[in-house]
């Protein structure tokens, strides 16, 4: 049976996930109107990423007896300077998320829910992947400057995303 302290933030954090897969499809439409085809592919990727991260909350509670809740998502920004400020601000929130993470990490350990704290094993991996993805995106976007020929070959890489 699910404690009733776990339950509740697990339900947060699927509104958590669902915000971030909201923010990532803003960006996306961003991307696509900024003629970032590429960017708006990876980023439609990563709304994809973000519902699943927040299905996988779901399902542990649904599983575990508890209550599945859902609450109002915030709306996300709809403007951005440049994309390097979508990056930055992409790192930014994941690093966000990561706390959030630890945090639930801890209170499983608090409430010693020995289940949940393997359950959440796999997001702390994740979270590594996510800010690293993030970072590396951030650094080549400082290299490549605003816009020009580099910049085209980098919205195409980012076309790749997903596809194997
Ligand atoms: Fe669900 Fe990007 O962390």
């Known amino acids: 049976m699910l404690k009733k302290s776990i339950e509740k933030a697990f339900n947060e954090q ?3 996930e669902l915000y971030s897969a909201y923010l990532y499809l803003s960006m996306s439409a961003w991307c696509e109107k900024s003629n970032l085809p ?8 990563q ?8 299905m996988k909350f779901y399902r542990y509670i649904a599983e575990c007896g508890g209550q599945v809740k859902l609450a109002a998502i915030n709306g996300p920004e709809t403007e951005w300077k440049d994309i390097a400020a979508i990056f930055a601000q992409t790192l ?5 998320v990561t706390s959030r ?4 990490v801890e209170l ?14 796999w997001f702390v991996g994740e979270q ?13 976007l400082e290299m490549v400057g ?3 020929p580099a910049m085209y070959m980098l919205d195409k890489e980012m076309a790749a995303r997903g596809a194997k």
Do not use: C, P
């Not at 590429?38 to 990727?45: D, I, S």
């Not at 590594?128 to 080549?140: G, L, N, P, R």
């Open 128 to 140: 590594v992947e996510e800010e690293s993805h993030a970072e590396q995106i951030v650094v080549k």
């Open 47 to 54: 709304y994809r990423e973000e519902t699943q991260h927040a």
């Open 108 to 121: 499983s350990a608090k409430e010693k829910d020995y289940a949940a704290g393997q359950f959440l094993q």
């Open 38 to 45: 590429g960017f708006a592919h990876w980023m439609r990727e």
């Open 146 to 148: 605003k816009q020009g």
């Open 101 to 104: 993470i630890h945090a639930l």
């Open 14 to 16: 699927i509104n958590a």
């Open 92 to 96: 930014k929130h994941e690093q966000y």
